[in-house]
């Protein structure tokens, strides 16, 4: 009996590609931009005018945010082959975890559970774990792209049972923890995206693709700006041998 394996995304024909069921020059080209392509390639569905919005908004938050080590390791990494641009992208994205990219799958699986939020906050610091979503390195006492995500959802209608919760867990972190801690753009987006129907999948799927864009930027400017081989001596002389 022949094993058929089928694949939903797309198929290259001599005379066409076909998209998602569209035909990729003739209907899709022109019509859709590329945050609304990326919707159909990823869930199979065009977005809503609100799901295109909000994801346009949430990767436009999170492209870029200075010389972080997955730049920095980007960077180094053009430097030593000049010629590996793809091999440089693949360096930061690897170094881009949840320390650094955000913890928005997992803010997702907090928003998505059932327990209650003071209940939460209190298991969590009890076991001397962090709150997924809150607190940051640098910005407080607020991180202001979380504010805007989280006030544009507001202006625009979509805020729901996830937008309540993420708001609740605030609550609940600045009183086991004794202060306030900032929610990260990490929860907001978390909050958003599921209150507009996306799966936990596709929310941690939008920082990838958005920090791609940041690391193609600075592999940009390290062609004109060369930083690489002058990070890797500060490295070397910020740290002593022992």
């Not at 392509?37 to 994801?55: A, C, K, S, V």
């Not at 997955?70 to 693949?90: E, I, K, Y």
């Amino acid at each position: 009996m022949h094993d058929e394996r089928r694949t939903h995304i797309a198929k290259a024909y001599a005379d066409r590609v076909e998209v998602r069921g569209r035909d990729l020059a003739g209907d899709v080209m022109g019509r859709l931009t590329f945050t609304e392509y990326f919707h159909l390639l990823l869930t199979g569905d065009e977005p809503t005018e609100e799901q295109r919005f909000f994801l346009d908004l949430v990767l436009v938050a999170i492209a870029e945010h200075g010389l972080m080590p997955s730049n920095v390791a980007a960077r180094m990494t053009l430097a030593a082959d000049p010629s590996s641009v793809q091999g440089a992208v693949a360096a930061g994205l690897l170094g881009a975890g949840p320390v650094l990219l955000g913890t928005t799958s997992q803010c997702a699986r907090v928003l998505e559970a059932d327990e209650d939020p003071l209940q939460l906050a209190r298991a969590t610091h009890g076991a001397g774990d962090k709150m997924p979503g809150f607190g940051h390195p640098v910005h407080g006492p607020i991180d202001p792209r979380a504010e805007r995500i989280l006030e544009l959802a507001d202006v625009h209608g979509v805020s729901g049972r996830n937008v309540a919760r993420a708001r609740a867990l605030r609550d609940a972190v600045a009183e086991v923890w004794d202060k306030p801690l900032p929610m990260n753009v990490a929860m907001a987006i978390a909050a958003v995206m599921l209150d507009l129907g996306f799966s936990i999948d596709a929310v941690a799927a939008v920082p990838i693709l958005a920090r791609t864009a940041g690391l193609l930027a600075h592999l940009a400017e390290e062609r004109e700006e060369a930083l690489g081989l002058f990070l890797g001596r500060v490295a070397e002389d910020a740290v002593e041998y022992d």
